[in-house]
């Protein structure tokens, strides 16, 4: 391929170099064109199809390859073939050029584009496939852009190439014929700039906004369609009506009171979600017993005696009641009524669009209508149809927190980021974990030394892995509970106490009516949502786990900003939510926080990388805390700092990486985090530890070689000096 693209390329440069030599650029002129007017006109009269046929292929060679001589090629075509005619051959012949000048710049370039910036090449060939027919009509329509240009970087998106022929050929329609009637009157043109007047040039100005234009008409008959038997109320009770006060919720129902508008929240269960109750909160409570644990069972590494655990589970499990009880003030409705949020304890239902059928936990029912309603009901565990797992009593992200005895021998299945950072917690607290992965390592969207590094660790404690083992059937066997799983084709029989389940989650819509709306939920019941986040209609927004793709707190919280602003002040402006630099972090340990892209994910898309790699082990501030495993992968553009992805994998992970992150946000390179002053001995010092790697990496061999020289002659006496000094060390 690259054999190809370079003999094509060798062929333009050719045939351009060419038609500059033998002065193609004075041929195509409208002096010259002038002065061979009736001599042309008398040979086209005489050989009319071989002038219509040469005509159209110079036409159509000038525009692929973006020659010099376009205009005056219109004029001439209706100068000598009329108006009809005229407008014919140049319309087809232009349109085929710029086809061919569209393909051979796709051809040449975009897949370099792509391996080099690919995330930014399918952003823009999403904005292409939505929107790219109304601004090709408006950069055709308008004639002061280049046309050449348009051909070029076209040819780079992800259009095609019918779209892109036939737009073009309706929109250049118009100048063209203003061009090509110019020619009929060739004899009076002085240049080409008596063709198009101040007002000719407004007109088509004004031509070019028609499809800006149309581009709002057809959006708002679009939402007119949309709103189609539903009959919108003539007043509002509020601006803003959220369902659900998890992080979602809670932070749009924030944003709106914080810019003084009307607004509810309607949450049936507790506030805080499942980030308080069930989720984040109560499993990192856990795990920090579960690492207290381990380091007085551990005590030896610091020139203590080690001490065997021992301890009441059900104490453990007060201590995570005791934490959420402390948090809950946070997110209280009492706390939320201060900020101007009026809060309501019950469920909602769709109508319409505007209004939502409310059923208080005492029972009562009302209807409240709202201009924008932000859905953030959240989601829930997610449990797989296996045979038998439902009389199993599984356990799951959400009931584990009821537990009050501690199972003897815990079965996990899933060995994502939940399943992982739990397994290791109830081994640390003295269950015998044994985890069921499917797949051939655990945290599978993480690179391959990143799992290795935790499975390494997780064996180390006795957690006893089962990779490629697939859950097929569970059992009560002589009042034993087993599960039988598949693996390398046999039956593996394994015997367990209690069963945890964490194979992902679903969103949670059930109760909504969203029926009513035409609204339909995907398979893993999340609802589909459009960049600005709205669902269906202009004005309903979903955001956290219910919308996805990312189930993470800080993740639904970023959402919240973009449901609240866009259904607050979308018909103003609307925001398209943005997830480029997003981190998140498995706290296992070692943790594994990452931010943008893993070497896995660069690879599948094709974008070029350079990696920089920091081992912990060289920390001094892990060897103190005998902490000093782990490492730091970098990712970046190649030659350059600019930060592609970031993990780390270590202790404080999540800590260290937030300083990635920031530099990722702002467009800071590592030059610069070497730059900057860390305090010694921290654990953030391993950040500027891996910057001194990639700039030692890119340390200019050349102009090191001469230091080297410099400072050598410096010494005095030059190389002879140094000489006579070894030759009096060997005398000696």
């Known amino acids: 391929m690259r054999k190809q693209k370079l003999m094509v390329f060798a062929l333009i440069v050719a045939v351009i170099g060419g038609f500059l030599a033998f002065g193609g650029t004075d041929l195509l002129t409208l002096d010259n064109l002038q002065r061979h007017q009736q001599a042309l006109a008398d040979w086209i009269a005489d050989n009319l199809v071989l002038a219509v046929s040469g005509f159209v292929l110079i036409y159509i060679l000038a525009t692929a390859l973006s020659l010099p001589g376009a205009t005056v090629l219109t004029l001439a075509g209706g100068a000598f073939l009329g108006n009809v005619a005229g407008l014919l051959a140049v319309s087809v012949a232009s349109t085929i050029g710029a086809s061919l000048a569209f393909l051979v710049a796709r051809f040449l370039l975009r897949d370099t584009l792509r391996r080099k910036y690919g995330k930014t090449v399918n952003r823009i060939d999403e904005g292409i496939a939505r929107d790219g027919v109304f601004y090709l009509a408006t950069l055709r329509l308008v004639p002061v852009f280049p046309f050449f240009l348009i051909n070029l970087v076209m040819g780079l998106t992800g259009m095609k190439l019918r779209t892109y022929a036939l737009v073009s050929w309706l929109a250049m329609l118009p100048g063209t014929f203003v061009y090509v009637n110019a020619g009929t009157q060739l004899g009076q043109i002085r240049s080409t700039g008596d063709i198009l007047s101040a007002e000719l040039l407004l007109s088509f100005a004004l031509l070019g906004l028609f499809p800006i234009i149309a581009k709002f008409a057809v959006g708002f008959i679009r939402r007119r369609r949309v709103y189609r038997g539903f009959q919108k109320p003539d007043s509002f009770d509020y601006n803003l009506l959220v369902i659900g006060g998890g992080s979602a919720g809670l932070v749009s129902a924030y944003i709106a009171a914080a810019v003084k508008a009307k607004v509810v929240l309607i949450e049936r269960d507790r506030m805080g979600g499942d980030c308080l109750n069930t989720g984040c909160v109560p499993s990192k409570a856990l795990i920090r017993s579960a690492k207290a644990a381990d380091t007085l069972r551990h005590a030896d590494r610091y020139g203590l005696d080690a001490v065997p655990v021992s301890g009441s589970f059900a104490n453990i499990m007060g201590r995570v009641k005791r934490i959420i009880a402390k948090i809950d003030p946070h997110d209280s409705p009492e706390r939320y009524r201060s900020l101007g949020v009026e809060c309501i304890a019950g469920s909602a239902a769709f109508v319409s669009p505007w209004e939502v059928e409310v059923t208080h936990n005492d029972g009562r029912r009302e209807r409240l209508t709202s201009r924008s309603i932000v859905v953030a009901t959240g989601g829930k565990p997610f449990l797989p149809p296996i045979p038998g797992l439902a009389d199993m009593e599984p356990l799951t992200s959400e009931n584990l927190w009821s537990l009050d005895q501690q199972p003897q021998r815990l079965l996990v299945i899933g060995g994502g980021p939940i399943g992982s950072e739990l397994a290791q917690a109830f081994q640390r607290l003295g269950s015998q974990v044994i985890q069921v992965e499917t797949g051939a390592r655990i945290l599978a969207k993480e690179d391959p030394d990143v799992s290795e590094l935790v499975m390494n660790r997780f064996r180390a404690e006795g957690i006893d892995l089962r990779l490629n083992h697939r859950a097929e059937r569970f059992a009560t066997e002589h009042g034993e509970r087993v599960v039988w799983c598949a693996h390398n084709g046999e039956q593996v029989r394994i015997p367990f106490d209690r069963v945890l389940v964490a194979t992902g989650r679903a969103g949670n819509t059930e109760g909504l009516n969203l029926q009513a709306l035409g609204i339909e939920p995907r398979a893993n019941g999340t609802v589909p949502v459009e960049e600005d986040l709205s669902i269906g209609f202009p004005n309903i927004f979903a955001c956290g786990d219910v919308a996805g793709p990312y189930q993470f707190t800080h993740a639904a919280s970023h959402q919240a900003w973009y449901a609240a602003v866009n259904g607050l002040f979308g018909q103003f402006r609307r925001f398209r939510v943005d997830y480029r630099v997003l981190p998140w972090v498995t706290f296992t340990a070692p943790e594994v926080a990452r931010v943008g892209l893993s070497e896995e994910e660069a690879r599948a898309q094709g974008i070029a990388y350079e990696l920089t790699r920091y081992g912990l082990d060289d920390l001094d501030r892990a060897i103190a805390e005998d902490e000093d495993q782990g490492f730091i992968k970098v990712l970046t553009v190649p030659g350059k700092d600019r930060i592609l992805g970031a993990v780390v994998a270590g202790t404080h992970g999540g800590e260290i990486l937030a300083e990635f992150t920031l530099a990722m946000k702002h467009g800071i390179g590592l030059n610069k985090i070497l730059g900057t002053i860390h305090p010694y001995p921290t654990w953030n010092e391993s950040a ?45």
């Open 688 to 732: 500027k530890f891996a910057a001194g790697e990639w700039k030692r990496a890119h340390a200019p061999a050349g102009v090191l070689a001469w230091l080297a020289r410099f400072h050598r002659w410096r010494l005095g006496g030059g190389q002879s000096s140094a000489n006579q000094r070894k030759q009096k060390e060997s005398v000696t």
